[in-house]
């Protein structure tokens, strides 16, 4: 997350999200978990950012420092995550469906 093209310069903003979980390193392109768990968590909460406005459950930390950044509610579809996600992305969400969920149903 937060590859975004230029590499980082240590000084992002964590947007809220918890500096001890979350961090950032010079010429490294993208934020750092502090376990692959961790940013696991932080993808699903920037997925759910995009899929709702609601507030993150009870009890979970902020470990998505682009959470905050997101147009909540916008993409509420794979589809939707077109342009937004991985850009340009135009086909972003066709290539999620195409490359995991209809393998997923090939599988069973």
């Known amino acids: ?3 975004t093209g230029s590499p980082c310069t240590g000084d992002e903003s964590h947007n809220g999200s918890d ?3 979350v961090s950032f390193e010079p ?8 376990t692959p768990e961790v940013g696991v968590e932080a ?3 920037h997925l759910y950012a995009y899929a709702n406005k609601d507030p993150l459950p009870n009890g979970k930390v902020l470990v998505d420092p682009r959470y905050t950044l997101v147009s909540r509610g916008s ?3 794979w589809q ?3 342009a937004r996600w991985a850009v340009p992305g135009l086909t972003y969400g066709q290539s999620i469906i195409q490359d995991y969920w209809m393998n997923a149903l090939a599988q069973r």
């Not at 010429?27 to 502090?34: C, E, L, S, T, Y």
């Open 1 to 3: 997350m937060w590859a």
């Open 19 to 21: 500096p001890t979980l």
């Open 27 to 34: 010429g490294v392109h993208g934020a750092i978990f502090a």
């Open 43 to 45: 993808h699903i909460q």
């Open 75 to 77: 993409a509420n579809t």
């Open 80 to 82: 939707g995550l077109n």
